[in-house]
């Protein structure tokens, strides 16, 4: 995978169109000035995060003796789901804050930007080629930055493309998603099973 395939799976794994809506309703009851104060420290806050598992996910990877395939396969399909839940999104969103209450790491920094899944990915991209950390870094930036273009500018966003727009945009990077899933998983396979016949 080059660094672009990689920012771009990046971005689509973040999904900031489809975290739009929930940004939204979680700060529309904050004074539109500190709004912004808040949104620029949730996603300094959650690129932090983000380059921590980048660069320590390898270690952990080691200390628990997981192999590449495995990470990759298991990458797959955290992907597939994730890309499922993009096309046939549930309805409603628990986030477990009080009226008028300012977030704080959670809910707009983790999981909404550094979810699971994104950790996921990182640690996956560190996991395959670790000698190209600096590549892994300027997809993480790029994805990050495009993501946080999208959500500074949420009301421009969401007054151009409307509830509908926005739908369609998410289930149409979920169909991505679910493309690059599938290649991860295969690639995975493949490699296990080259693993294998190397071994015997």
Do not use: C
């Not at 096309?87 to 920094?109: D, K, R, S, T, Y």
């Amino acid at each position: 995978m080059d660094t672009w395939s990689a920012a771009v799976m990046l971005f689509l794994i973040m999904d900031p169109l489809g975290n739009l809506p929930v940004f939204m309703s979680v700060l529309k009851m904050i004074e539109p000035k500190r709004r912004r104060v808040i949104l620029i420290r949730e996603l300094l806050f959650a690129l932090l995060i983000l380059a921590v598992f980048l660069f320590s996910g390898q270690a952990v990877l080691d200390f628990l003796n997981v192999k590449q395939e495995t990470v990759s396969i298991a990458g797959g399909i955290i992907l597939f789901l994730i890309a499922l839940k993009m096309i046939f999104p549930q309805a409603g969103n628990p986030l477990g804050l009080a009226v008028g209450e300012e977030p704080f790491l959670v809910p707009l920094a983790i999981p909404m930007i550094a979810g699971p899944s994104t950790l996921a990915a990182l640690i996956l991209l560190s996991n395959q080629n670790p000698e190209r950390m600096l590549d892994w870094t300027v997809a993480l930036g790029a994805a990050w930055l495009a993501s946080s273009v999208i959500l500074l500018f949420s009301g421009l966003f969401h007054r151009l493309l409307g509830e509908r727009g926005l739908t369609a945009m998410e289930r149409l990077m979920g169909m991505i998603l679910v493309m690059i899933a599938i290649q991860m998983f295969l690639d995975g396979i493949g490699q296990y099973f080259t693993h294998t016949s190397g071994v015997l």
